[in-house]
Each structure stands twice: as C-alpha cells, then as structure tokens.
C-alpha cells in the first residue's frame, strides 16, 4: 500500500491549492479516502472525506465552504482543492484510506505572507 501526495507548497493567504495523492496497492474504489493535516507541535486532525463513489462528503467546521474534496477512480487519485487559504491552514497533509493502517509522507503547505 503507498500514498503520494503532491500539490503542496508556499501560498499567499486568500490564496488557492490543489492537493493530490494517488494511492496505490489496494483497490482504491472499495474505500472511503479522508485528508488529515498535522500542524507543528499538534495532532492530525481529521480535514475532510468522500465515499466510495463519490456521493457523499463531508469536511471539518474550519475548511467546509473553502476546501472541496474529489476523486478519480480510474486515476486512483484523491483530491483537495483548498480556496481562501489562512494562515491556520499551514501544515502537512496526508491522505488516508479508510479500514487501512498506511500513510504516506504527506505534502507541505504553507500559508503566510
């Protein structure tokens, strides 16, 4: 199982990126996929998620209405397009599939003037 995320980097605040990841080892359609982020001297913490197929998603209260997560599942690639980036958004992001215990190196984001 491996996960390479890419897309990160240094960023204007109000600024935008898009994050991605592809994952591979497993069938990636048969698992939910989340993005979690880990700021310096903090927990990961859970950022957003989406299903198997697509329907359903769902975001932390600080991100929803600026970040949008998607998926390709021919790709077997997950997304996180983040808009209106704060300062509060630096971190390492990392993508998770559900029901499995691997994680990948993540990708750094940035967000300062």
């Known amino acids: 199982v491996q996960f390479v995320e890419s897309g990160g980097g240094l960023v204007q605040p109000g600024g935008s990126l898009n994050l991605s990841c592809v994952a591979s080892?497993?069938?990636?359609?048969?698992?939910?996929m989340r993005w979690f982020r880990q700021a310096p001297g903090k927990e990961r913490e859970f950022v957003a998620q989406?299903?198997?197929?697509?329907?359903?998603?769902r975001y932390a209260e600080d991100v929803k209405g600026r970040f949008t997560i998607s998926r390709d599942n021919v790709k077997n690639t997950v997304y996180l397009q983040m808009n209106s980036l704060k300062p509060e958004d630096t971190a390492v992001y990392y993508c998770?599939?559900?029901?499995?215990?691997?994680w990948g190196q993540g990708t750094q984001v940035t967000v300062s003037s």
């Open positions: 080892g497993f069938t990636f359609s048969a698992h939910s």
């Open positions: 989406v299903t198997r197929n697509s329907v359903f998603q």
């Open positions: 998770h599939a559900d029901d499995l215990d691997y």
